[in-house]
């Protein structure tokens, strides 16, 4: 449903921004495949003229986190430098509290301390 409502501000001339794709990713922490339309929006963003910032990433990597897909939180993570982001504290604690998740996940916490 959000991301119809893009496509039809994005058809009558109005551009989403950060804030809008944010929201649409915390929208998605508690759906069932959430994780994987969450990715979709972050690759659909340049489409709307829209580049992903830090919290905006960070916001997709709760996603996958709360999702219990943690490698995904961290491909999400380990992606940021190819994006000109830098990781920051959020960027850390949430794919941290993702590996806390999953049964082998605590070798790659370790790894990012």
Same mark, same amino acid.
């Given at each position: 449903? !959000?991301? +119809? =409502? &893009?496509?039809? #501000?994005?058809?009558?001339?109005?551009?989403?921004?950060?804030?809008?794709?944010? @929201?649409?990713?915390?929208?998605?922490?508690?759906?069932?495949?959430?994780?994987?339309? !969450?990715? +979709? =929006? &972050?690759?659909? #963003?340049?489409?709307?003229r829209v580049q992903p910032n830090v919290k905006?990433?960070? @916001?997709?990597?709760?996603?996958?986190?709360?999702?219990?897909?943690?490698?995904?939180?961290?491909?999400? =993570?380990?992606?940021?430098?190819?994006?000109?982001?830098?990781p920051d504290i959020y960027s850390f604690n949430?794919?941290?509290?993702?590996?806390?998740?999953?049964?082998?996940?605590?070798?790659?916490?370790?790894?990012? =301390?």
């Amino acid at each position: 449903k !959000a991301f +119809s =409502l &893009v496509e039809d #501000m994005t058809a009558n001339g109005v551009a989403p921004d950060a804030v809008l794709c944010i @929201a649409l990713l915390h929208g998605e922490e508690e759906e069932v495949g959430g994780w994987q339309r !969450a990715l +979709s =929006l &972050v690759q659909q #963003m340049p489409t709307w003229r829209v580049q992903p910032n830090v919290k905006v990433m960070n @916001a997709a990597i709760g996603v996958a986190a709360n999702s219990q897909h943690w490698s995904h939180a961290l491909s999400i =993570l380990y992606s940021l430098p190819e994006k000109s982001l830098r990781p920051d504290i959020y960027s850390f604690n949430a794919s941290i509290s993702a590996c806390g998740q999953g049964q082998s996940g605590w070798l790659q916490a370790l790894q990012l =301390l």
